[in-house]
């Protein structure tokens, strides 16, 4: 069973960039589908972005373009995330989950395993 473990979270100010890290033990990353999710308090866990084994397919929140980004490098075992512009509203705990279905990236309940999350708090 893979473990994935979330990395990269802090303080950031509005407007800033950050890159979160969703590094794999017990299994290799490749073989999974690995998806991004926030969960804000008092609200539910929200799919930010996702991407395909290979790398060569990814999926983003639509919201404004280029926010999210996300990348993988399979030898290093991690997905990363990359936010950009960041908004008041990603302060959040983000998660990162791994898949090997072919169901809807978008829905978290398609995602079996899960990492303990990365916090991250924006200040204004």
């Avoid at 609200?43 to 990814?58: D, H, L």
């Avoid at 509203?89 to 990236?105: H, L, M, P, R």
Wanted: glycine letters at 12%; proline letters at 2%.
């Amino acid at each position: 069973q893979v473990v994935l473990v979330e990395s990269g979270g802090g303080l950031v100010q509005a407007g800033g960039s950050l890159t979160l890290s969703c590094t794999a033990s017990g299994g290799t990353i490749a073989d999974y589908r690995v998806g991004w999710f926030r969960e804000a308090p008092g609200k539910e866990r929200e799919f930010i972005a996702a991407i395909n084994r290979s790398g060569g397919r990814t999926y983003e929140r639509d919201s404004k373009p280029g926010r999210f980004t996300v990348s993988r490098d399979n030898a290093k075992n991690t997905v990363y995330l990359h936010l950009n512009n960041i908004q008041s509203e990603d302060s959040a705990i983000f998660y990162c989950a791994a898949a090997t279905t072919f169901a809807a990236v978008t829905s978290p309940y398609n995602f079996a395993t899960w990492g303990q999350g990365t916090q991250v708090t924006v200040s204004s």
